[in-house]
C-alpha cells in the first residue's frame, strides 16, 4: 500500500540565541520529524533577487571567469532600515541587529553569492554547497567588527527624535547593539583574501538592502587615475533591481572616461509583472515539497 498524504512543518526564526538553545531545538524537532519534513524558513531566501543570485551566477558564461579574487577585491552585503524599534525594543533586546538579521538573512546571502556551483538545482545540492563556504569561514576577530547604537536627534521629527534608549521598551542602560559591521574572509581557493563585509542596522539613512561587487582597478592605467573601480549591484529591496557601474567615454569631442551605469530596473524592465510575497513563494515550496530555498540545520550550526 503506498504512502498516504505527508506532514511538514515550518519554523520561523529567531531559532534559539545561541549554538546550545538551537541544538536544543533542533534535536527536538528531530525527535519528532525527519530533516525532509522540517522547512526553516529565512524569509530572504524568497525573496526575487536573491533567488536570482543563483541564475545570475551560473547561467551566464560573462561572470564565471570574473568571481574569483582575482577579479573582485571585496564584496559588500548591506541591510538598512530608517526606522528605530517604535515600541517593539522589547523583543529586539533580547536578539540585537546581529541575531535579528546578521547571522541569518546576510549569511545566506552571503553563501549564494560565495558557493561553487552545484551539481544541480536539488535542494541537497544546493544546501551542501552553502554548508562548504560556511566551514570555511574562521572564527571573526573583534578587531574586524564594529558595534553601535542609535541615539536621538534633538532636531528631528517624531521617531527621529528617540534614540534607542528612549523606547520605554528597552532594558534601562541595555548596550545592546542596533547597528552591526564585520568583516569576514572565506579561506578557499576561490575567495581567499577577499573581503566580505556584512554591515546593518537601524534608524539609519534609509531603507535598503544590496550585494555590491568591486572589481579590483584596472591594471596598466593609462587615463591618468580617472576610471573608478567598476561594481555589480543586487538590489534586493526596495525597486529590486541589477546594475553595473563601468567606464565609459564621455559623449563629445572630449577622450574623457566617465562612470555610467548598465541598469535592470525590474519596474521598468518587467512593468506588468507582480513580484510575489517572499513567504508566499516560501509557502508554496513548502506545498511542492522543494526544501531548496530553505535552512538545512547544518547551516544553523555554523551560523551560531
Known amino acids: 500500500?503506498?504512502?498516504?498524504?505527508?506532514?511538514?512543518v515550518i519554523v520561523e526564526k529567531p531559532f534559539g540565541k545561541d549554538l546550545e538553545s538551537s541544538n536544543k531545538l533542533s534535536n527536538h524537532l528531530s525527535s519528532l520529524f525527519s530533516e525532509d519534513q522540517i522547512y526553516r524558513i529565512d524569509h530572504y531566501l524568497g525573496k526575487e533577487m536573491v533567488q536570482n543570485l543563483m541564475v545570475l551566477r551560473f547561467a551566464n558564461r560573462i561572470f564565471a571567469p570574473l568571481w574569483n579574487r582575482d577579479n573582485i577585491a571585496s564584496v559588500v552585503l548591506t541591510f538598512k532600515?530608517?526606522?528605530?524599534?517604535?515600541?517593539?525594543?522589547?523583543?529586539f533586546d533580547e536578539f540585537g541587529i546581529i541575531r535579528d538579521v546578521m547571522q541569518n538573512h546576510m549569511m545566506q546571502m552571503l553563501c549564494l553569492v560565495a558557493m561553487e556551483k552545484p551539481a544541480s538545482t536539488d535542494s541537497d545540492d544546493v544546501r551542501d554547497e552553502k554548508v562548504k563556504v560556511l566551514k570555511s569561514i574562521p572564527e571573526i576577530q573583534m578587531e574586524n567588527v564594529v558595534l553601535?547604537?542609535?541615539?536621538?536627534?534633538?532636531?528631528?521629527?517624531?521617531?527621529?527624535?528617540?534614540?534607542?534608549?528612549?523606547?520605554?521598551?528597552?532594558?534601562?542602560?541595555?548596550?545592546t547593539p542596533t547597528y552591526a559591521a564585520a568583516v569576514l574572509y572565506i579561506q578557499n581557493e576561490r575567495w581567499d583574501g577577499v573581503p566580505f563585509v556584512m554591515r546593518c542596522g537601524k534608524a539609519l539613512n534609509e531603507r535598503k538592502a544590496e550585494v555590491r561587487l568591486q572589481f579590483r582597478d584596472v591594471p596598466g592605467d593609462i587615463f591618468q587615475s580617472q576610471c573608478k573601480r567598476n561594481e555589480l549591484v543586487i538590489r534586493v529591496q526596495p525597486n529590486e533591481a541589477i546594475y553595473t557601474k563601468m567606464m565609459t567615454k564621455k559623449p563629445g569631442m572630449s577622450f574623457s572616461p566617465e562612470e555610467s551605469e548598465l541598469d535592470l530596473t525590474y519596474g521598468?524592465?518587467?512593468?506588468?509583472?507582480?513580484?510575489?510575497?517572499?513567504?508566499?513563494?516560501?509557502?508554496?515550496?513548502?506545498?511542492?515539497?522543494?526544501?531548496?530555498?530553505f535552512v538545512r540545520r547544518l547551516e544553523f550550526i555554523f551560523c551560531h
Not at 81 to 91: H, K, L, S
Open 1 to 8: 500500500m503506498g504512502k498516504i498524504g505527508w506532514n511538514r
Open 81 to 91: 532600515e530608517p526606522f528605530g524599534t517604535e515600541g517593539r525594543g522589547g523583543y
Open 148 to 175: 553601535g547604537q542609535y541615539t536621538g536627534d534633538p532636531n528631528g521629527h517624531g521617531e527621529a527624535k528617540k534614540g534607542y534608549l528612549d523606547d520605554p521598551t528597552v532594558p534601562r542602560g541595555s548596550v
Open 268 to 293: 521598468h524592465r518587467y512593468k506588468d509583472v507582480k513580484l510575489p510575497d517572499a513567504y508566499e513563494r516560501l509557502i508554496l515550496d513548502v506545498f511542492c515539497g522543494s526544501q531548496m530555498h
